[in-house]
C-alpha cells in the first residue's frame, strides 16, 4: 500500500515551525505496513493544494495532511479537498454546535469566523478531535483516500492513535510486517555496513543504517518473521561487542536500568556540557531512584569554591585538563557520596580554543567507586553538536563500565 503525507501551512515553508508531524506520520504508517513515498510541505495556496490532493487522489491509497483546518482566512485545506476529490463544501450543524460547546466551556467567545470550521467535504468521514476544535475528515474516491488532520501535534497524534489508526487497520487489510531496530555504539559506519553485507543474502529483510552523533541504528524490516530474526541474531553475534539496545532503548535508559538493577547511585559535575548529561538522565521518568543530582560548575570561581578545585591545578593546567577534571570529580563525590560520578570539562566553542587546546577538546572522567578513568578527545561539529557527542560519550564509557563490573 502506497501512502504520502503532507504538511500544509507557510509558517513550515518559510522555516518559523518544525515539521514534527510528517516524522510522526511516516514512523506510525511504516510501522502498520505502509509504503510511505512521499512527504511533502504544501503552502497556503488553494490552487496549489487542489493540484496536489487531484494528484494524490489518483495515485496513493491513502494521502494524510496536517494542518489547515482552523478558522482563519488561509486555512484551506477542507475546501482543497472538496474541490479535489468532487464533493460539494458543505456546513455540518453538528460539527458547528461541538466547536460552540468547547469555546464556551473555555470563556472563549463564539465568532462568526470560527463557521469555517463548520464547513467540510459532503459526505466525508468525520473524526472527532478531543483535544481541541478542529474535526478531522477523511474522503474517499476510487477506492483512495485522503484523511486531513489537525496541525497541533498533540491534537494531531492523540486523534490519530485513538480515531484514525483504528479506522485505518480496519479498512486497509495490510500485510503484517515485522520491524526490529538494533543499536551500537563505539563502532565506524563503515564497519557496521560491512558487516551487514556480509550477512545479507539477497533483498529480504529490508536493512537500513541511521548514525546520530555516536551512535549507529540498524533498522531491519521483513514480512517473515524467521527471516527478521534469523537476520537480528548473527547481526548481534558479529557486533556484540558494541551492542547496547533495540527499538526504544537508549544509551541512558539502558544506562539507568542497569543502575537501578544494580543499586548505584549516579551525579555529575559538568563545565562545556551545561548540565545536558543531567537533563538526559532526568528527563526519563523513575531517574530519581538512581540519580542523585548535578553541579554546573561552568566559571572557574565555581570549580574552586564549590568543588576545592585548586587555582595552582588551574593555573598550571587549566580548567580545560586532566588534572581539573579529576578534581571536579573529587569535589563532586564528597557533595553527593554517589557510587558514580561523571565530570565534564572542554571547549565546546566557537571561542576560547588554542593552538594546544582546539575547539573541540574535551575531558571526560567517571569515578566508579573507587576507580577514576579520564579521557581526552577532539570532537568536530558546531557547539551543540560538541556537547551533545561528549555526553553520549560519557554515556557510552560508564556503560562499556557497567558491563565490566
Same mark, same amino acid.
Given at each position: 500500500m502506497k501512502c504520502a503525507i503532507f504538511a500544509i501551512g507557510n509558517e513550515i515553508l518559510?522555516?518559523?515551525?518544525?515539521?514534527?508531524?510528517?516524522?510522526?506520520?511516516?514512523?506510525?504508517?511504516?510501522?502498520?505496513?505502509?509504503?510511505?513515498?512521499?512527504?511533502?510541505?504544501?503552502?497556503?495556496n488553494k490552487?496549489?493544494?487542489?493540484?496536489?490532493?487531484?494528484?494524490?487522489?489518483?495515485?496513493?491509497?491513502?494521502?494524510?495532511t496536517t494542518g489547515g483546518l482552523g478558522p482563519t482566512f488561509d486555512d484551506l485545506t477542507a475546501e482543497a479537498v472538496a474541490i479535489a476529490s468532487n464533493r460539494n463544501f458543505v456546513f455540518y450543524e453538528e460539527v458547528y454546535k461541538s466547536i460552540e460547546e468547547k469555546l464556551t466551556s473555555r470563556g472563549v467567545s463564539v465568532k462568526e469566523s470560527h463557521k469555517r470550521q463548520a464547513y467540510l467535504p459532503d459526505n466525508c468521514l468525520l473524526f472527532k478531535n478531543d483535544k481541541g476544535t478542529a474535526f478531522g475528515f477523511g474522503v474517499n474516491k476510487g477506492g483512495n483516500w485522503i484523511i486531513s488532520l489537525p496541525g497541533?501535534?498533540?491534537?494531531?497524534?492523540?486523534?490519530?492513535?485513538?480515531?484514525?489508526?483504528? @479506522?485505518?487497520? &480496519?479498512?486497509?487489510? $495490510? #500485510?503484517?510486517?515485522?520491524? %526490529?531496530? =538494533?543499536k551500537f555504539t563505539g563502532v565506524p559506519e563503515s564497519d557496521v555496513d560491512t558487516t551487514i553485507l556480509e550477512l545479507k543474502k539477497g533483498e529480504d529483510p529490508e536493512v537500513i543504517i541511521n548514525t546520530s552523533k555516536g551512535m549507529i541504528i540498524v533498522r531491519i524490516r521483513s514480512f517473515n518473521k524467521e527471516v527478521l530474526n534469523e537476520f537480528v541474531n548473527k547481526l548481534k553475534e558479529?557486533?556484540?561487542?558494541?551492542? @547496547?539496545?533495540? &527499538?526504544?532503548?537508549? $544509551? #541512558?535508559?539502558?544506562?539507568? %536500568?542497569? =543502575?537501578?538493577?544494580?543499586?548505584?547511585?549516579?551525579s555529575t559535575v559538568e563545565s562545556c556540557t551545561g548540565?545536558?548529561?543531567?537533563?538526559?538522565?532526568?528527563?526519563?521518568?523513575?531517574?530519581?531512584?538512581a540519580?542523585?543530582?548535578?553541579?554546573?560548575?561552568?566559571?572557574n570561581e565555581v570549580k574552586n569554591k564549590i568543588?576545592?578545585?585548586?587555582?595552582?591545578?588551574?593555573?598550571?593546567?587549566?580548567?580545560?585538563?586532566?588534572e581539573c577534571c579529576k578534581e571536579m570529580i573529587s569535589g563532586c563525590s564528597n557533595i553527593f557520596n554517589s557510587d558514580i560520578v561523571i565530570a565534564t570539562t572542554g571547549i565546546a566553542g566557537p571561542d576560547g580554543g588554542s593552538d594546544e587546546?582546539?575547539?573541540?577538546?574535551?575531558?571526560?572522567?567517571?569515578?566508579?567507586?573507587?576507580?577514576?578513568?579520564?579521557?581526552?578527545?577532539?570532537?568536530?561539529?558546531d557547539r551543540e553538536t560538541i556537547r551533545e557527542r561528549t555526553a553520549n560519550t560519557a554515556f557510552r564509557l560508564l556503560l562499556e563500565l557497567l558491563n565490566e563490573r
Open positions: 518559510e522555516g518559523s515551525i518544525v515539521d514534527t508531524n510528517s516524522a510522526f506520520l511516516a514512523k506510525s504508517l511504516s510501522d502498520l505496513g505502509f509504503n510511505v513515498c512521499e512527504i511533502k510541505a504544501l503552502p497556503d490552487s496549489i493544494l487542489v493540484e496536489n490532493f487531484k494528484d494524490a487522489l489518483e495515485t496513493y491509497n491513502l494521502t494524510i497541533i501535534p498533540y491534537e494531531m497524534h492523540h486523534m490519530f492513535l485513538n480515531y484514525v489508526k483504528p @479506522f485505518i487497520l &480496519d479498512t486497509f487489510k $495490510l #500485510k503484517q510486517i515485522y520491524k %526490529k531496530d =538494533l558479529k557486533l556484540g561487542n558494541y551492542y @547496547f539496545g533495540e &527499538d526504544d532503548d537508549t $544509551l #541512558k535508559s539502558v544506562i539507568l %536500568k542497569k =543502575l537501578i538493577y544494580n543499586n548505584l547511585t549516579l548540565g545536558l548529561i543531567a537533563k538526559k538522565i532526568t528527563d526519563i521518568p523513575g531517574s530519581s531512584k540519580f542523585l543530582g548535578s553541579i554546573i560548575a561552568y566559571s568543588l576545592n578545585v585548586s587555582y595552582n591545578t588551574l593555573e598550571n593546567f587549566g580548567a580545560v585538563s586532566a587546546k582546539p575547539v573541540g577538546t574535551v575531558f571526560i572522567g567517571i569515578k566508579f567507586k573507587n576507580n577514576i578513568v579520564i579521557n581526552k578527545y577532539h570532537f568536530n561539529g
